[in-house]
């Protein structure tokens, strides 16, 4: 009686350890570096022109006095005509800014009155204020 044991081919083992490793250490880069980059910047690198004009970013002032009169750029303006000339300094540069200095008295109906025009025609407003001191 043979009471050898019958091998049926040889055996194959595949080690993964070295490989585990290698790609811990890929994870790992991939993960810092992701990290560092800022995916929400976009490079471009602009055409050249020797014609160019830059875009002027004007700011008007609209002043309202504690009697209700109403100023743009130091001339008076009547309240039903201030949306009209507001929209005439907004056909003359593209990127307007209205600057509203109201005294402090006023009522925030007739400041919120501005605020909805400049609302209409789309234009930046900021309100001016004095520093406190």
Do not use: C, W
């Not at 009686?1 to 055996?11: E, F, I, Q, T, V």
């Not at 490793?21 to 790992?28: C, H, K, P, S």
């Not at 490079?43 to 743009?72: A, E, M, N, W």
């Not at 309240?79 to 109201?102: F, H, M, P, W």
């Amino acid at each position: 009686m043979n009471l050898r044991k019958r091998h049926r081919g040889a055996s194959a083992e595949v080690h993964t350890s070295a490989m585990n490793d290698i790609m811990f250490f890929l994870l790992l880069f991939f993960l810092i570096a992701s990290t560092v980059t800022n995916p929400n910047v976009i490079k471009l690198v602009l055409p050249k022109s020797s014609s160019g004009q830059s875009v002027s970013k004007k700011t008007i002032t609209v002043s309202v006095t504690k009697d209700l009169r109403y100023y743009v750029d130091k001339k008076e303006v009547p309240v039903d005509g201030l949306q009209a000339t507001l929209s005439g300094y907004k056909t003359l540069a593209n990127e307007l800014t209205i600057v509203l200095y109201v005294d402090k008295t006023v009522a925030i109906q007739d400041v919120v009155q501005v605020m909805d025009i400049a609302q209409k025609l789309n234009i930046k407003l900021v309100l001016a204020t004095e520093p406190k001191g």
